[in-house]
């Protein structure tokens, strides 16, 4: 069987034009081949386009909380607290640490009902509700202090919102007044029925305009925390700025602290 005849050297063929062929010295020439297969390009996040990645292993929860979500479904603790020494409890200078233990119990606002919740304070003097930025709402928030000096604040289930601790505040439902708003939010929050003592500040938040409360804790028990928060902590105000990281709390604590030296 012969071979084709080799290229004359002397006229240069482009690589697409080789077929395959043998050397004068014996040697053969593979056929040049135009089809270059691409290398295959990542996709967004990660994987190879055309191909899709394995899904993530979700994360398993360490613990459920006692209290379900608003839909009646389980919630998962990722990173579960761990409850501090009972002795805190007496202790100013340290901080008391409280997890859900599923107690149950009845909100105040649920048993008064609405604005006629107990703890309000209806001469309180403060300003007009303030004016909300567009894609902001407006919340309301309560700074629970204890009769030692300690401060009441929560840790939110699985760090909501980013936040490791704060303080209690949710969004003002339509109908409801600020104050009544308030209780409502500490008792879910944290289990406290408490009494409005005064106005402490409007802070503007990442996604709100929240009106903040003094309040004074008459009942309830910390343990008793809804779902949506997985610890309650009572926390010498000295300590305060390094317990709340969240830019947003920082003006808090300064205003809590004017208050302080003007009464």
């Not at 004359?8 to 043998?22: A, D, F």
């Amino acid at each position: 069987m012969g071979y084709p005849d080799p290229p004359v050297e002397s006229e240069p063929l482009q690589k697409s034009q080789v077929h395959g062929y043998t050397k004068r010295d014996g040697t053969y020439v593979k056929p040049y081949a135009t089809n270059v297969v691409a290398k295959p390009k990542p996709a967004p996040g990660g994987g190879v386009k055309g191909h899709t990645a394995p899904p993530k292993p979700k994360p398993i929860p360490k613990a459920i909380h006692p209290k379900p979500n608003d839909v009646g479904e389980p919630v998962g603790l990722y990173e579960p607290h761990v409850e501090t020494d009972a002795a805190h409890w007496g202790q100013p200078d340290k901080i008391a640490t409280f997890i859900p233990r599923g107690l149950g119990g009845d909100c105040p606002y649920k048993l008064y009902g609405g604005n006629a919740v107990e703890g309000q304070k209806p001469d309180l003097k403060e300003p007009p509700l303030p004016e909300v930025a567009k894609g902001k709402h407006l919340s309301v928030g309560v700074v629970v202090e204890e009769s030692d000096g300690r401060v009441w604040t929560i840790s939110p289930s699985n760090r909501f919102g980013g936040y490791d601790n704060t303080f209690p505040k949710g969004t003002l439902e339509d109908g409801i007044n600020p104050q009544a708003s308030a209780i409502k939010e500490a008792f879910e929050k944290s289990g406290l029925k408490v009494e409005i003592t005064g106005f402490l500040a409007d802070v503007e938040r990442g996604t709100s305009t929240t009106r903040y409360y003094r309040a004074k804790r008459v009942g309830g028990d910390p343990t008793d925390m809804g779902w949506e928060s997985q610890a309650v902590h009572l926390v010498p105000r000295e300590r305060l700025a390094a317990h709340l990281q969240s830019k947003y709390d920082q003006p808090l604590i300064a205003a809590l602290t004017n208050n302080n030296e003007k009464s």
